[in-house]
């Protein structure tokens, strides 16, 4: 499953915590990532350590801004013990936002926690679909404050 072009993510796709990432894995496992998954917590703690990345300052400080507000947010909600679907729907309404409820792999799940969610608040058709273009827009997002060109999406 590992790709080639990836680096500093873990196997099952999450980003290792101080390690500069190359690429996006595709499919990201709902397994709560370094510090509760011990296959992302051993591929982090075996990691490279960050010093061994050489920075430019001048391309540093003309590309994009070290502080990265959206994969921090990104993280605290992909990595929180928090059970998201089940805690309120203003925590189900941010998941949905920031990581999306659509099992991006093609597994046999695959959309299924979107249905329950949307079941479980009783979200409708169209608050459905203005939940995934607000998550296709976050990703947007995310991937121009990481100075990538986002490739289009439905
Ligand atoms: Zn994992």
Redesign the pocket.
């Known amino acids: 499953m590992a790709d080639p072009g990836l680096t500093g993510w ?1 196997s ?1 796709g ?1 980003r290792i915590p101080n390690v500069p990432q190359t690429g996006r894995p595709v499919n990201v ?1 709902r ?3 370094p510090g509760m ?4 917590s051993r591929e982090a703690a075996a990691a490279p350590p960050a010093r061994n990345v050489i920075t430019d300052p001048i391309t540093a400080l003309a590309g994009p801004p070290n502080l990265d507000p959206l994969g921090a947010l990104h993280d605290a909600v992909a990595f929180s013990s928090r059970d998201w679907s089940n805690d309120g729907r203003d925590g189900a309404w941010i998941y949905g936002i920031v990581c999306g409820w659509d099992d991006e792999t093609d597994g046999p799940d695959a959309g299924d926690a979107m249905t329950e969610v949307a079941s479980l608040y009783r979200w409708d058709a169209s608050t459905i679909a203005r939940l995934r273009a607000l998550h296709a827009a976050w990703k947007a997002l995310e991937a121009s404050a990481r100075g990538e060109t986002q490739a289009p999406t439905t």
């Not at 998954?37 to 992302?40: G, I, M």
């Open positions: 873990t099952h999450h496992a397994c709560g990532g998954c011990n296959v992302c």
